[in-house]
């Protein structure tokens, strides 16, 4: 696409345009995936229900493709998120970094991975830590009278098996969220910049300076 405005911003020194800037915002979001300490490492997903209530809960920033405009995270796909998403797969994803004084926001369209080649290869990745996230009994926010793991207590002294642990892979998810709105703010002393972004099927078409 031409981009229409050749003004450009300052952060750290270095001058963004539309172009460029689009690209550091995807830059961030990749390195968040990649960077257990970075800031874009865990975002804030919303999702909205039957009664259109919306929820909020954060998850970690998996995987970002930024040529297909791509942002991965995992969860067991008998959670409330799971079932907001299979009866309307928008999803929103938030992502602020005091100290890249960014915040990125996203809406995507959500595609639910369980028992495909992709979640599949997630789940062999896995580690067996974070594989209890998906073993337990109950699904995520049954109501329980004692208070519990929701896993068998053992696991909580010796960490479970391959073996053990697979049983419960059908239970784990990979949701991919293909972005179709991105709105970039950058807080600065001097003033703050904000800029948004769209796209259709992985390429932008539009995008324009906003005030903050
Ligand atoms: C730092 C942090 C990271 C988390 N990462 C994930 C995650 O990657 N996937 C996930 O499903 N839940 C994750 N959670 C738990 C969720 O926030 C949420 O409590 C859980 O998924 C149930 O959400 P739901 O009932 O709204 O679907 C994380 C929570 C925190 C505080």
């Given at each position: 696409m031409n981009f229409q405005s050749s003004d450009s911003i300052t952060i750290n020194a270095v001058k963004y345009?539309?172009?460029?800037?689009?690209?550091?915002?995807?830059?961030?979001?990749?390195?968040?995936?990649?960077?257990?300490?970075?800031?874009?490492?865990?975002?804030?997903?919303?999702?909205?229900?039957?009664?259109?209530?919306?929820?909020?809960?954060?998850?970690?920033?998996?995987?970002?493709?930024?040529i297909k405009k791509l942002i991965f995270f995992h969860t067991d796909n008998r959670s409330r998120k799971f079932y907001d998403l299979q009866n309307d797969n928008r999803i929103s994803l938030l992502f602020y970094d005091a100290r890249q004084k960014t915040q990125i926001v996203v809406k995507a369209h959500a595609t639910l991975h369980v028992n495909t080649e992709l979640s599949n290869e997630k789940w062999q990745a896995t580690s067996d830590q974070a594989r209890l996230g998906y073993m337990t009994i109950?699904?995520?926010?049954?109501?329980?009278?004692?208070?519990?793991?929701?896993?068998?207590?053992?696991?909580?002294?010796?960490?479970?098996?391959?073996?053990?642990?697979?049983?419960?892979?059908?239970?784990?998810?990979?949701i991919a969220c293909e972005v179709y709105d991105l709105e970039f703010l950058y807080l600065d002393y001097y003033g703050n910049r904000k800029a948004n972004f769209y796209y259709e099927n992985g390429a932008l078409t539009d995008c324009f300076w906003v005030v903050p």
């Open positions: 345009d539309l172009q460029s800037l689009e690209a550091l915002a995807w830059k961030k979001l990749v390195n968040g995936s990649i960077k257990k300490k970075n800031g874009f490492r865990t975002m804030c997903v919303g999702t909205t229900n039957e009664n259109k209530d919306s929820s909020l809960r954060i998850v970690v920033n998996r995987k970002v493709d930024e109950l699904p995520p926010n049954t109501k329980s009278i004692t208070t519990t793991l929701g896993y068998e207590e053992r696991f909580s002294e010796v960490k479970p098996t391959e073996a053990e642990s697979n049983l419960y892979e059908n239970n784990f998810a990979v």
